[in-house]
């Protein structure tokens, strides 16, 4: 199962998952991230900044998850701006080594299959960082996704639409569709690693890692990893069955294991 990770604040989480980043850019300078965006990836981001000139990440190569489709990339809020913003810029990343599904009209139908190529010229995945949304998408991959599906157009549900309208006017202007890596996309990443803050998380997260798997929770799919971390808050682990042997265990672990 998940490693379960149970941290006092985002600033912990962050600070925890960037030194195991810093570990396997050191160990490859040219790793493969996998990108997410949305607030609460927002703390690993900051964390790594803070590593900036200690550790150089200017050949570390990029995947986003998802983007909108049909929102101009020079927009604000598409995924590529943010991700250029929150990500690429801050960091130092190489612009050309970091690439965010194309939502564009004229060639979404085969932007999918593009992207698949270009995740596996890249050799996969090193670690996929990952949020969840309060109905239990990771990505996009709305519930219902199948746990096989790859990289693809789905539409947002409306519930989607609604947690995202803070960063729109308003939710008419949060588009309808998107363009997302499948669950079986993610699942060939070497390193799940899903972060998960605030109450209002706490039934997607205690869904993901102790619920049955069903493709009506999306984020159950990391049941099916061999290496995923789950790093949450004690609210997001509040409904957690088996908090207190996930502190016991992060407690006692080995030195030399890592994440
Ligand atoms: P959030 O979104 O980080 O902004 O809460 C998570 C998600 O929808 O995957």
């Known amino acids: 199962m998940a490693e379960v990770v149970i ?3 985002p600033a912990a989480a962050g600070e925890l ?3 195991e980043i810093e570990r396997l850019v050191r160990e490859r300078p040219d790793a493969v991230l996998g990108l997410a965006t949305g607030s609460t990836p927002l703390p690993v981001y900051e964390a790594l900044r803070r590593r900036v000139g200690a550790l150089e990440l200017g050949r570390v190569r990029g995947f ?10 020079a927009h604000p809020e598409s995924y590529r701006s943010v991700i250029t913003r929150e990500v690429v810029e801050p960091l130092g990343l190489d612009p050309r080594l970091v690439r965010v599904p194309d939502g564009g009209a004229a060639t979404i139908r085969h932007a999918g299959d593009d992207y698949e190529a270009a ?7 090193d670690l996929q960082i990952l949020g969840i949304g309060t109905d239990g998408h990771i990505g ?5 996704s ?9 539409t947002l549900t409306e519930q989607t639409r609604s947690d995202n309208a803070r960063f729109f006017a308003s939710i008419d202007d949060v588009p309808r569709h998107c363009i997302t890596q499948g669950l079986g996309t993610i699942l060939e990443a070497r390193h799940l690693v899903l972060l998960a803050f605030g109450e209002q998380k706490a039934q997607a997260i205690a869904a993901a890692v102790e619920g049955p798997l069903s493709a009506m929770l999306p984020g159950s799919a990391i049941q099916l990893h061999p290496h995923t971390t789950v790093v949450v808050d004690e609210a997001a682990a509040s409904l957690l069955a088996q908090a207190d042997y996930y502190r016991y265990t992060f407690a006692h672990k080995p030195d030399w294991q890592g994440l």
Request: charge should be negative; hydrophobic fraction near 45%.
């Open 7 to 9: 941290v006092e604040n």
């Open 17 to 19: 998952v960037a030194a």
């Open 64 to 73: 986003a998850l998802d983007e909108y489709v049909g929102l101009d990339p």
């Open 119 to 125: 995740i596996a010229e890249a050799g996969g995945v």
């Open 140 to 144: 996009f991959n709305e519930p219902g």
């Open 146 to 154: 199948s746990f096989a599906s790859r990289t693809r157009v789905k």
